[in-house]
């Protein structure tokens, strides 16, 4: 879906990550992200942060939490992360990007909560009850800290993603800031949600969740309680463009995660001041009758749009151009993605050991490939910086060092 945008906005990037590829650079099965994209992108992000008072937080999931990335966000003035999970804090954490805020998407496990408050130390922890509020605040006691927490709520007509649900209910959060208040070692902080904002297919527009009312409702009712000074976190689908109307709705943070790597729904179907950083990378291992099998381990489609003719680059020579596409079926997401499977039938005549280019948008984390952070690409003088794991750690791949 991303690909032509890619080739047209950026086709450095796919032509960098074959000529690093065919030269033994890089490894096949990789998310190749373009850092000095990435800062640019953070850069027009923090300013339009700045302008409207939202402190913004970097999701790093979705490029495996790769330190480079994580150092490019913050180079662009992004210097604080949203950790989908502990794992995902610890890897920001350890790259050099402070952890703003944890425990949304997936709350903090009891046994974890120490090493949250001691070593993580977030500006912001969500909760989505008392028993994880009583844990956060223990945990923050301990290790000598008063923690901010964010109540996730909910209210009758909220979107959840299966799986995703839970919290409080939103016209108990009044009640509930109270509880949280006498908790010795926390302190009620503000609310949360997700998803505040949802791409519409029909229309091509990121448009407000019955979730962003819930948010004002709740907001209101806390400002009349004598909360004068909360925070309001509403992250989803989160781009530049976007922010101005979570700013009119209260929002005072957001937390961009595709917008990085400028792979959001809306990237897609207009051209946004992010540029498009990221490719997944692979490999042509063999052909068998009328295809040609690409190396997985990364293959992942987000559901967010509805299925189209996938199509890559394959070459052995950097190009970003038309000829160069082929169509490629992979496994459907309940298999196991050891092979794409490129049509060789076309104008395009596959052969072992050309790579092979892909415009995802990716969610790295869920998957096994490497993450790779090249700079310079703008410059057309593109250095390897990073060749890692999707924790975010330094892998010992052939010619690395």
Request: proline content about 5%; glycine content about 8%; charged content about 20%.
């Amino acid at each position: 879906m991303f690909l032509d945008l890619i080739r047209r906005r950026n086709p450095k990037l796919i032509e960098t990550a074959i000529a690093l590829h065919q030269a033994g650079k890089i490894p096949a099965n990789a998310y190749v992200l373009d850092l000095d994209a990435v800062e640019h992108n953070a850069a027009i992000l923090r300013a339009e942060g700045d302008r409207l008072g939202m402190k913004v937080f970097a999701m790093t999931k979705q490029v495996g939490r790769n330190s480079g990335f994580c150092q490019a966000a913050v180079r662009g003035g992004v210097d604080r992360a949203v950790a989908v999970d502990v794992a995902c804090a610890v890897a920001c954490t350890r790259a050099g990007l402070p952890v703003g805020h944890v425990g949304h998407l997936v709350q903090v496990p009891k046994f974890e909560a120490d090493l949250v408050a001691s070593y993580i130390k977030p500006d912001y922890w969500t909760i989505f009850s008392i028993e994880k509020a009583r844990e956060a605040a223990a945990a923050a006691k301990k290790a000598g800290r008063v923690q901010d927490l964010l109540v996730r709520i909910k209210a009758d007509g909220d979107t959840f993603y299966s799986g995703h649900e839970g919290g409080v209910k939103a016209e108990e959060i009044v009640a509930f800031a109270r509880v949280v208040d006498q908790l010795d070692g926390a302190r009620f902080a503000g609310i949360t949600t997700f998803p505040a904002l949802l791409f519409n297919q029909e229309s091509n527009e990121v448009l407000p969740t019955h979730n962003l009312s819930t948010l004002e409702a709740a907001a209101m009712a806390l400002v009349d309680a004598g909360y004068n000074d909360i925070e309001i976190n509403a992250p989803g689908t989160t781009s530049s463009v976007v922010l101005e109307a979570l700013a009119n709705a209260g929002a005072t943070q957001c937390e961009p995660g595709n917008a990085l790597h400028g792979t959001t729904p809306l990237h897609a179907v207009k051209d946004l001041p992010e540029l498009p950083a990221a490719v997944y990378l692979s490999e042509v291992s063999h052909l068998h009758e009328d295809k040609a099998y690409c190396f997985g381990g990364g293959l992942y489609i987000d559901p967010v749009f509805p299925d189209y003719d996938l199509k890559a680059i394959v070459s052995s020579t950097p190009t970003a151009q038309a000829n160069a596409l082929a169509s490629v079926e992979i496994p459907p997401t309940s298999a196991i993605d050891y092979y794409g499977m490129i049509d060789a039938t076309q104008n395009v005549s596959p052969k072992s050991g050309d790579s092979v280019v892909f415009g995802f948008r990716g969610q790295a984390f869920v998957k096994r490939g490497y993450t790779v952070g090249v700079s310079g690409i703008s410059k057309v003088t593109p250095k390897v910086v990073t060749i890692e794991n999707i924790f975010g750690q330094e892998e010992a791949w052939p010619n690395l060092r």
